[in-house]
Nanobody
């Protein structure tokens, strides 16, 4: 069971970036995938989550209306589409997997995730 997160980079304020989380060794349909981020000197925070059995999603207030979490079942990949990026979005982004029965109140809580991919750095310049 493995997750690979990639797609980070340097982007200007207002720009867009799409991160990818490729799952291997398991099928997305039986899991939930969450995106988290950690900025220097700050705690890791939940950004978004998709519960793959029903497509239910959740977003942190700070990214609502700017980020989406599409998926491609055929590619066993979940994405984080980030639009209207701000300097405060600068962080290392991680994807992680949780059980398929995760409930809404748990979706952005890292304690409910057990397999983590490596991080990918997103830098938004002002």
């Amino acid at each position: 069971v493995q997750l690979q997160a990639f797609g980070g980079g340097l982007v200007q304020t207002g720009g867009s970036l799409r991160l990818s989380c490729l799952a291997s060794g398991f099928t997305l349909g039986y899991t939930a995938i969450g995106w988290f981020r950690q900025a220097p000197g700050k705690e890791r925070e939940g950004v978004s989550c998709i519960r793959n059995r029903d497509g239910s999603t959740k977003y942190a207030e700070s990214v609502k209306g700017r980020f989406t979490i599409p998926r491609d079942r055929a590619k066993n990949t979940v994405y984080l589409q980030m639009n209207s990026l701000k300097p405060e979005d600068t962080a290392v982004y991680f994807c992680a997997t949780s059980r398929s029965g995760i409930i809404s109140s748990e979706m952005l809580n890292s304690h409910y995730y057990n397999v983590w991919g490596q991080g990918t750095l997103v830098t938004v310049s002002s």
